[in-house]
Nanobody, 121 residues
Framework: QVQLVESGGGSVQAGGSLRLSCAAS????????MGWFRQAPGKDREFVAR????????PYADSVKGRFTISRDNAKNTGYLQMNSLKPEDTAVYYC??????????????WGQGTQVTVSS
């Protein structure tokens, strides 16, 4: 069983930056694709970015491309999402997840509890 704990969320003004972290328990973190998803009030959960187990592939949603950077440190069992040039529409609860190489949330087996990101204009 793998447990994921996100941290780093908060409130920031538009144009600001935040760095989310996702700490994983267990020894299997490096086996999985890590994804970041987000869910805004009244909306479906949406894909943000994912990173391959080795870290060499990092596709992004069009809405965050060029502003967000996903990374991972397998030695520390930790993943990250650096978010720059934040916009009010980035406001959501952000979740990290471990699973298969896919954009669909149903392909991810393990989920964190989520961390709130609020961007004010």
């Amino acid at each position: 069983q793998v447990q994921l704990v996100e941290s780093g969320g908060g409130s920031v003004q538009a144009g600001g930056s935040l760095r989310l972290s996702c700490a994983a328990s267990g020894r299997t973190f490096s086996y999985y694709t890590m994804g970041w998803f987000r869910q805004a009030p009244g909306k479906d959960r949406e894909f943000v970015a994912r990173i391959s187990p080795s870290g060499d592939q990092t596709p992004y949603a069009d809405s965050v491309k060029g502003r967000f950077t996903i990374s991972r440190d397998n030695a520390k069992n930790t993943g990250y999402l650096q978010m720059n040039s934040l916009k009010p529409e980035d406001t959501a609860v952000y979740y990290c997840a471990l699973g298969s190489w896919d954009d669909r949330s149903e392909s991810y087996k393990y989920w964190g509890q989520g961390t709130q990101v609020t961007v004010s204009s």
